[in-house]
């Protein structure tokens, strides 16, 4: 519990608005810092209140918790995504695939780039962020075909992620969260049917070496592109 008696040099300080009085305390908002203040009468700062996270148009909302832990919990998970698909680059340029190698490693920058834009939108909420630790990912494979498999089962299972914190905002009619959120899901669209596409290619033309050999100077024309969100 903060404890103040100099309210005059928080006052000097911050644009303070005083939102009602009861009793011996008066609640007071800061709409700089933003947060809601409890005062005694004698401007004495009993405790802050709760963190106010301010729209654009001066509309107060708050970043609902659950959705704000899913959106912590989203950016770990597109980190080990990366983690994963370096892995994926790994083995291939290990099976002297080029080709598909360049391809994960331009996966690996895009989930990057999906976990930065997810903690630049927790940043622009003022939401709390913290970072776990990221798991292992697998590194021994078989086979050429069972990473591609890999590649598509762990998009599926992003896409039940993203879904899931989207039904969270949904239930909280957290409608800016589900507008950013609608970017994430036409990717993940996008990525699945790529994990597919490699996956029938591989199926068509990789017991052939000459048409592997095709199939990876195709993949190593992939070219990293910004991601088209901007926040
Ligand atoms: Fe960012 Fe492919 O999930």
Redesign the pocket.
């Known amino acids: 519990m903060l404890f103040l008696t100099d309210f005059n040099v928080v006052f000097r300080c911050f644009h303070f608005i005083t939102l009602f009085v009861k009793r011996n305390t008066f609640f007071i908002f800061c709409e700089k810092q933003p947060e809601l203040y409890c005062f005694s009468r004698r401007f004495e700062l009993y405790y802050t209140v709760l963190r106010i996270f301010i729209f654009r148009k001066g509309i107060l909302i708050m970043l609902n918790e659950k959705v704000a832990e899913l959106l912590n919990t989203q950016i770990n ?2 980190f080990y ?1 990366a983690y994963l698909y370096l892995a994926f680059a790994n083995y291939f340029s290990d099976e002297g695939l080029d080709g598909f190698a360049n391809w994960y490693n331009v ?1 690996a920058q ?2 990057r780039d ?2 930065m834009l997810i903690r630049q939108y927790m940043q622009n909420n003022d939401a709390p962020i913290t970072f776990e630790a990221i798991d292992k990912p697998d590194s021994e494979f078989k086979s050429h075909m069972e990473v591609l498999e890999a590649g598509l089962k ?2 599926r299972y ?2 039940g992620l ?1 879904n899931n914190i989207y039904g969270a905002a949904y239930d909280v009619k957290d409608f800016r969260t589900m507008q950013f959120l609608d970017w ?1 899901v036409k ?2 669209g996008e ?1 699945e049917t790529n994990a597919n596409d490699l996956i029938k290619k591989m199926n068509l033309f990789g017991s052939d070496p000459k048409s592997l050999y095709l199939l990876d100077q195709e993949l190593a024309a992939r070219t990293y592109a910004a991601p088209s969100l901007v926040l």
């Open positions: 998970k597109e995504s996966q895009e989930e999906h976990a762990h998009e992003v896409t993203i994430f990717e993940q990525e």
